[in-house]
Every structure is written in structure tokens, then in C-alpha cells.
């Protein structure tokens, strides 16, 4: 069993930053991705898209969010981070953070994050 807690979702506006941080009540593997999906307001059933995620030796982003979203990862504490920078109402969405453990995906509640201009 893995527990995911996220904190530091808020309510900003347009440009403005914020940073997510999960942290993992069990060790993570470093071999193994552990990032952050979002689920945008509306969207139908549970479409959730990946946002970014790390491992050791590989980074990924999506292409929305590359050179604004920053993801780094203490594998001593297993936590994930990720930063924000400039803001766009298109990013609004609960995040999720993800972790990967003996195959298994595991899932934090969501913290929201919410752009106005």
C-alpha cells in the first residue's frame, strides 16, 4: 500500500507560480516515475493527462507545459516536486501525483489548482 499526500495547490492568477509537492509514506524505487497527472474541470470520465514525471536518468513533460513546469525528486525522502511558473488558464485542473510501485499505479486525492486572469 502506497499513500501519496499532495500539498500546495491554490488559487492564482494568470502569470503567477505555485509548487506541488507529494510526498510517498513508502520508498519509491528511483528506477521507478514518480510525477504528476491533471484532470481539467468538465473533462469526461476520468480523463486524466500527464503532466510530468522522473526517474533517475529520464525526464518527461508534456509539450503544454515544458520550459514553465519544473519537476525535481528527493529519492532519499520520496518526494516529488514541481513547480509552476507562469501561469496560464489552461493549467487549471486538479493535479494528481503518481507513483509506480511493484507495477502497481498508485494515486494521491488531487490538490486544485485554479488560474484567473
Known amino acids: 500500500q502506497v499513500q501519496l499526500v499532495e500539498s500546495g495547490g491554490g488559487s492564482v492568477q494568470t502569470g503567477g507560480s505555485l509548487t506541488l509537492s507529494c510526498s510517498a509514506s513508502?520508498?519509491?524505487?528511483?528506477?521507478?516515475?514518480m510525477g504528476w497527472y491533471r484532470q481539467a474541470p468538465g473533462s469526461q470520465g476520468t480523463q486524466r493527462e500527464p503532466?510530468?514525471?522522473?526517474?533517475?536518468?529520464?525526464?518527461y513533460y508534456r509539450n503544454s507545459v515544458e520550459g514553465r513546469f519544473t519537476i525535481s525528486r528527493d529519492y532519499a525522502q520520496n518526494v516529488v516536486s514541481m513547480q509552476i511558473d507562469n501561469l496560464k488558464s489552461e493549467d487549471t485542473a486538479t493535479y494528481y501525483c503518481h507513483a509506480i510501485k511493484a507495477g502497481v499505479d498508485w494515486w494521491g486525492q488531487g490538490t486544485q489548482v485554479t488560474v484567473s486572469s
Open positions: 503532466v510530468a514525471s522522473i526517474r533517475v536518468g529520464s525526464t
Open positions: 513508502t520508498n519509491i524505487q528511483s528506477n521507478n516515475f
